[in-house]
């Protein structure tokens, strides 16, 4: 199993948004980076605050793509050597089948780019 470390530094993650490729699959959508590193990947799942506006709303919303993010894509290699911002663009808290279906259509996206 691959392991994926959290993007924590404020940095990091505006180097990732200034400078990384993204891709959009309603209501999620995903900015990388190439790592130097290639046997770690790094994640951050954000929500704005415009968006949702209540933060219990939006920490839900995290932990709800944490989850999805863990239990579909934990195990692909795909990510292997990249830094991973995945953005939360919905109005509303979505099920967990509507993310899941977002997640999808991102991964697609990725993989095709890939090759």
């Known amino acids: ?21 993204g891709f959009s699959s309603f209501p999620i959508k995903l900015f990388f980076v190439k ?5 770690k990947s790094s994640v951050a799942f954000t929500v704005g605050k415009k968006n949702l506006i209540r933060a219990v709303d939006r920490n839900k919303t995290k932990r709800l793509m944490r989850e999805v993010f863990r239990l579909s894509f934990s195990e692909e290699k795909v990510f292997l050597g990249h830094s991973l911002v995945f953005v939360y663009l ?16 991102v991964f697609k996206k990725f993989i095709a780019n890939k090759k």
């Open 35 to 39: 790592n130097s590193a290639q046997e």
């Open 1 to 21: 199993m691959q392991q994926f470390e959290r993007l924590k530094s404020k940095k990091e993650i505006s180097f990732v948004f200034d400078n990384g490729s």
């Open 90 to 105: 919905g109005k509303e808290i979505a099920s967990f089948d509507f993310v899941k279906k977002g997640f999808l259509g």
